[in-house]
């Protein structure tokens, strides 16, 4: 166990709504990045938050955004869903932001969109 | 652009085998690389982390090795188990943007392990 805790587990959605997604740090991490899984591929990078504010982004649109809060807690979210969005979202708590600090992943949340 | 590739894509072995699993990397500046375990479904477990500075790193049955100017990691996993059996993923960190550094990970697609009993 990671500590690292994600909710919903599974959610279902239609084209075209939005939908939030939420992740509980490790106590102490302050930075927490964004992954997205489609079915048979490695994750890719959406983006990380450092104390609150966005520190990278990966080749996302900007309907996809975050949210980091000062309790440890982060939030994805993405407006006008596309099928394409069906994934696992992966999201990640490090100490620091630095290179050097290993990423401890939460369970994630299946996202399937119809 | 860094670019990560596992070989082979698939792996089936009869339990007791020794095995290797590689990756490749396109982009030699890395600041530390990763290995994974992923179950059917689930998140990411971590077995390993080599920092740039380090040659390879031992965790148990698992040995990771990391070649930073030829751009390669290989895991090796002694004595397989039939618990051995998940996606094996290999993950290189670091990146620069207009001069912020920040920890992102460039994962490969993974290697798909099967050990039968």
């Known amino acids: 166990e990671t500590g690292v805790t994600q909710s919903p587990t599974h959610l279902i959605k239609t084209r075209g709504q939005q939908v939030t997604l939420r992740c509980s740090s490790q106590?102490?991490?302050?930075?927490v990045s964004w992954y997205q899984q489609a079915l048979g591929q490695g994750p890719q990078f959406i983006f990380q938050?450092?104390?609150?504010?966005?520190?990278g982004r990966g080749n996302f649109p900007p309907r996809f955004s975050g949210l980091q809060f000062p309790n440890y807690s982060s939030e994805l979210n993405v407006n006008a869903l596309e099928l394409d969005d069906s994934a696992l979202y992966l999201c990640?708590?490090?100490?620091?932001?630095?290179?050097?600090?290993?990423?401890?992943f939460g369970p994630g949340t299946r996202l399937t969109v119809t | 652009k860094q670019e990560v590739t596992q070989i082979p894509a698939a792996l089936s072995v009869p339990e007791g085998e020794n095995l290797v699993l590689n990756c490749s990397f396109t982009?030699?500046?890395?600041?530390?690389l990763q290995w994974f375990r992923q179950d059917p479904g689930k998140g990411l477990t971590s077995l390993l982390l080599?920092?740039?500075?380090?040659r390879e790193q031992t965790s148990g049955r698992l040995n990771a090795s990391l070649d930073k100017s030829s751009g390669r990691s290989t895991l090796y996993i002694a004595a397989s188990q039939p618990g051995d059996s998940a996606t094996y993923l290999c993950?290189?960190?670091?990146?620069?943007?207009?001069?912020?550094?920040?920890?992102?990970?460039?994962f490969g697609q993974g290697t798909i392990l099967t050990v039968h009993p």
């Open positions: 990640a708590s490090s100490l620091d932001r630095g290179q050097t600090y290993e990423q401890y």
């Open positions: 106590s102490g991490h302050n930075t």
């Open positions: 938050y450092y104390r609150e504010e966005e520190n």
């Open positions: 982009d030699s500046a890395i600041y530390n």
């Open positions: 080599i920092q740039s500075s380090q």
């Open positions: 993950a290189v960190g670091g990146a620069n943007a207009g001069g912020t550094s920040y920890g992102k990970l460039t």
